[in-house]
């Protein structure tokens, strides 16, 4: 039975990704490797607790040394590569976080495996002629869109922030490897996630809760910032997909097909909550602007049709029927805290 390496896994995608990936791929085991930082929580896994074919490690992956370990003592035959710091406000305030983590620790992780994996530049070793290396990455890295367009593969670079530039220059490192050495990699870049097990500080889950909280509702700027929303197993969906059966040394974009503003999402929302949790006034009344914050681009949009054409993937769920799940889960999640 071969392991393969999961960064990241107590993260927003990587919890949602790791008992799916599992629940696929039978013969497989899983090593989970997280710092938990404030964005990673193993309650997010609970499911998982005594699941005989996942492992946790408690790490940094800027930590060599204890990479080697883990790729050494587990036999690691592939990686799914979440781990990442990815909070843009974050990143405005504390760029070195991103810097380390998003940049050094894809190296890190990348050196590792080629050394682990490979005798010399496009010759594998024997036993790991099949070893993958698949690199989670976002649609920040293509900077911002006007009114019209989509993202493609083809997309030139141009990141924004700190975050978006730390994933770019990453998204670089790992195609540098195929090129150079022949290394087995894929590259996925998603629009923006949503669903279940989100962290509390993202746009959805802070409008729900403050929402339910009577607290106000804060909307940066003028709320026309526009996101592609895609809900995360779809994403689930669509990275299993790309390990299994993408070509070496592509990019895929995953992309919901769910245009929206910030405006639009806490209208939706606060209408969802008006049905399923009436109170005296409208969640709408809560809704308060505030003041931008620097840098933020306008719209982000994901041509999918790569992925879709080439590999058979497709969005199951729309933006009305994911935001009802997604819901549903955080005011379970709110009134059992």
Not at 65 to 79: A, L, M, Q, R
Not at 113 to 141: G, Q
Request: glycine share 6%; charged share 25%.
């Amino acid at each position: 039975m071969k392991t393969i390496l999961i960064t990241g896994g107590a993260g927003f995608i990587g919890a949602n990704f790791i008992p799916y990936f599992l629940d696929k791929n039978e013969k497989v085991k899983v090593v989970n490797l997280d710092a938990l930082t404030y964005a990673g929580d193993l309650e997010n896994l609970k499911e998982l607790n005594s699941h005989s074919r996942c492992i946790f490690e408690k790490g940094n992956i800027c930590d060599r040394n204890f990479i080697e370990n883990v790729f050494s003592k587990y036999t690691i035959s592939g990686v799914i590569h979440f781990a990442a710091e990815s909070h843009v406000d974050n990143s405005i305030k504390n760029p070195d976080a991103f810097i380390q983590t998003n940049i050094n620790g894809t190296f890190n992780l990348l050196d590792v495996a080629k050394k682990f994996w490979m005798d010399a530049p496009n010759l594998y070793k024997k036993e790991y002629d099949n070893a993958r290396f698949h690199h989670i990455s976002t649609d920040e890295v293509f900077g911002t869109l006007e009114a019209t367009g989509l993202f493609t593969e083809e997309t030139t670079y141009a990141p924004n922030s700190p975050y978006s530039a730390s994933k770019a220059a990453s998204d670089f490192i790992v195609r540098s490897y195929f090129h150079t050495y022949g290394m087995n990699v894929v590259t996925t870049n998603c629009s923006n996630n949503y669903g279940p097990k989100q962290h509390n500080e993202k746009l959805i889950p802070t409008i729900i809760r403050k929402a339910i909280s009577g607290e106000s509702i804060p909307i940066y700027g003028d709320g026309k910032n526009i996101r592609d929303w895609l809900y995360v197993l779809d994403h689930c969906k669509g990275i299993e997909l790309t390990y299994q059966k993408g070509n070496s040394g592509e990019t895929y974009n995953i992309g919901g097909k769910n245009e929206r503003n910030n405006l639009q999402i806490a209208h939706k929302i606060c209408d969802i909550l008006d049905l399923i949790s009436p109170k005296a006034t409208s969640y709408k009344e809560q809704i308060t602007f505030v003041k931008d914050r620097p840098g933020h681009d306008f719209r982000y949009a994901i041509d999918a049709s790569k992925i879709e054409n080439e590999l058979g993937w497709i969005a199951e769920e729309n933006f009305e029927t994911g935001i009802k799940k997604t819901i549903e889960w955080y005011l379970n999640k709110y009134n059992t805290q």
